[in-house]
């Protein structure tokens, strides 16, 4: 599939099937993440590979939908501000790299048939003693990863016109 029907065809999926993900799939959408621009090539970016069976109970403190948890892989996608370029006015790029990563990993596993959600709207206290996640080590976005159980709905997108401005403000 061409780039543009890729990402028509990406979706928010919320529920899964309970096939397995197999190997060679993980590794190819964890790969493109990987191969994702990152500010001065830093890559200040962690993934956390969740396999879910008998971790519910501890997904579901992250986040508090059912679906969640449901998919047979979570993957966190963490910021490593140490590692991170900084901007002339110390803006840290980590979070930038992190989501750029993110998208890539999201548009690979459509690629391959498998299913993702951006999940934002987690709690971060959860995350951090669930991962246990190291100080300096931020939780950006989660994503359930495996095989869609559902349809996509219409997408409800603005209209460039309210999105683009050419030349200035």
Known sequence: MNFNELINK?????????????DEKLQQVLNAACLAPTAANRQPIQFIVIHTAGREAELNRIYQREWF??????ICACAVF???WSRM??????????????????LAATDLGLGTCWIAAFDP???REVLRLPNG???IAFTPLGYPADQ???KKRKALSELVRYEHW
């Open 10 to 22: 990406r979706y928010s999926v919320r529920q899964y099937k309970l096939d397995k993900v197999e």
């Open 69 to 74: 948890s449901k998919a047979p892989i979570v």
């Open 82 to 84: 140490s590692q991170a």
């Open 89 to 106: 006015d110390n803006k840290n790029y980590s979070e930038v790299d992190v989501t750029i990563a993110m998208d890539h990993l999201v």
């Open 125 to 127: 206290a959860a995350a």
């Open 137 to 139: 080590v931020e939780p």
């Open 152 to 154: 996509p709905r219409p």
